[in-house]
């Protein structure tokens, strides 16, 4: 069910309404500034005391629910902190509290109350637009969690509909919250999109069914889809695709999505994401403990789908050619042994001496298929090394380039969507860790710096394009939710993907 977003002033009934959030600072609870009303004197009073005993703080991400005893119309008001003149990600992070809240008290009918300083903010400093958009994903990512496959299926709760309710006189922005709003609600549909893809169980989701989900997304979009399948790789000699999935019973398959919007024109991005959609390691075996976490080793191409999802409803006058390389990865009498060499759909060769280092080989395919359909320029998003959590933690994403100016991009990109990134270097001794005595590259530069030599090895597929990888190993999966992250799957990158493509600078 669609959530019903309105922004307009203030009506005299808000009985229809469940609960009320007000977003608060502590400005606005500190003493010099008591005659400043929030909400109705006896509510402000219990809401300034707490404050003033040390109950509640008005920080980021806390939140207090005051029952309102029939002094107002709604049963209950949330406070939300916030950080006056902070970020947009502060304002996502106050909605994403203020959802937690609601979820509790199964309030369906929301009003938000936006106070003077924040409609100031907006205006002057970060944009009404955005922080109607940010306000918005907070409020929807927040609540979408996990829907586990049980007997007796539960109903998911949603918010049915919020009004944003500019407080004291009514501003000149309208259009351009009701256009934020509007764009929050599709990259929050992308993002949840992508989140439901990469929970779904291994014995689900295999390369043939994320072909399938890649089909009905194209019908409905009206885009062109591509799925090569086993015998259609072998004869474009996909050799890094074909070796990682020949152990699986389950045949591996390379999607191929096209978005022409621009054309006339010979640019266009390529947008690869891994799709590996259970790692086993291989013949390399994984440890058993947390291995059931590696349903989300497609994470990478569930955040291209996301993406390319709000990309072709906004329609930007761009072209992207999305490529998701798909197998799974199994030990068995056919599989992948340390110390095969593969001959890449590129022509290089490869020695494998880590079958757990499989996503690096389907993805090399992947960026020459994407270099073969016209993409000028390159993106990975991948679930790549767990290394990247020895350095970064589950707090950033590990980012490798060849091009500087487009990691610029990308970087801004992440910014807006409020999705850390951080740049790991690419100095040439790197690659030395890489080289093979048996064949072009081997596929593992061992333990030291794995992350950096992982992605270096995909780059080295992208013919010297402009090349921007993304390890999402730490980000793309979490072991507790936090801010409008949830438990499992987060969709992470897939709003990076959208602003890069549809807001260029």
Not at 385 to 410: F, H, I, R, S
Request: aromatic content about 6%; hydrophobic content about 40%.
């Amino acid at each position: 069910m669609s959530v019903q977003f309105t922004y307009g002033v203030r009506g005299e009934d808000q009985a229809a309404s469940d609960a009320v959030i007000r977003f608060v600072s502590k400005e606005e609870l500190s003493q010099g500034n008591a005659v400043t009303q929030i909400v109705q004197p006896q509510i402000d009073e219990a809401i300034r005391s707490l404050y003033a005993r040390g109950l509640f703080k008005a920080e980021a991400e806390q939140t207090e629910i005051v029952s309102t005893l029939g002094l107002y119309p709604a049963a209950h008001i949330v406070f939300a902190g916030y950080e006056q003149g902070g970020s947009v990600t502060s304002l996502r992070l106050a909605a994403s509290a203020a959802a937690k809240a609601l979820k509790k008290l199964k309030a369906g009918s929301v009003q938000v109350i936006l106070p003077e300083p924040l409609l100031q903010q907006a205006v002057s400093g970060i944009g009404a637009e955005q922080a109607a958009q940010a306000l918005t994903e907070g409020l929807l990512l927040a609540l979408h969690v996990r829907q586990p496959l049980e007997r007796e299926q539960k109903e998911r709760f949603t918010l049915q509909d919020v009004t944003f309710v500019p407080q004291g006189a009514a501003t000149s922005e309208g259009e351009l919250w009701e256009k934020g709003i509007s764009k929050g609600k599709l990259y929050a549909a992308g993002v949840s999109f992508a989140r439901d893809l990469t929970n779904l169980p291994g014995n689900d989701l295999t390369p043939e069914r994320l072909a399938y989900h890649a089909e009905e997304l194209a019908r409905e979009l009206d885009l062109e889809i591509e799925v090569i399948d086993e015998w259609s790789a072998a004869e474009q000699r996909m050799g890094g695709l074909l070796g990682v999935g020949q152990g699986s019973i389950n045949p591996p398959r390379m999607i191929v999505i096209h978005y022409k919007g621009d054309p006339a024109s010979d640019e266009a991005w390529g947008l690869i994401g891994k799709g590996i959609t259970f790692d086993t390691g291989g013949i390399s075996l994984k440890r058993s403990e947390g291995m059931q976490e590696m349903i989300s080793d497609m994470g990478g191409a569930a955040a291209v789908l996301g993406a390319i999802r709000v990309i072709a409803e906004l329609k930007p006058a761009v072209n992207v050619i999305a490529v998701i390389p798909t197998a799974e990865n199994m030990p068995s009498d056919r599989a992948l042994k340390p110390g095969d060499v593969l001959r890449t759909m590129s022509g290089h060769t490869v020695e494998v001496v880590n079958t757990d280092a499989e996503g690096r080989l389907v993805l090399a395919d992947g960026l020459t298929t994407a270099i073969t359909r016209g993409a000028t320029k390159l993106v990975d998003v991948a679930t790549l090394t767990g290394a990247v959590m020895v350095a970064l933690g589950y707090e950033a994403t590990g980012a490798v380039t060849n091009n500087d100016d487009l990691l610029k991009q990308v970087l801004h990109a992440s910014e807006r969507a409020g999705e850390r990134v951080w740049q790991l270097p690419a100095y040439p001794e790197y690659k030395k860790l890489i080289k093979s005595d048996a064949a072009d590259l081997k596929n593992s530069g061992g333990r030291y710096a794995g992350t950096i030599t992982g992605g270096l090895f995909i780059g080295h597929f992208a013919e010297g394009l402009p090349w921007v990888h993304l390890d999402i190993g730490g980000t793309a999966w979490l072991d507790s939710s936090r801010g409008w992250e949830p438990k499992g799957a987060t969709g992470v990158m897939v709003r990076t993907l959208i602003e890069l493509i549809v807001n260029q600078e």
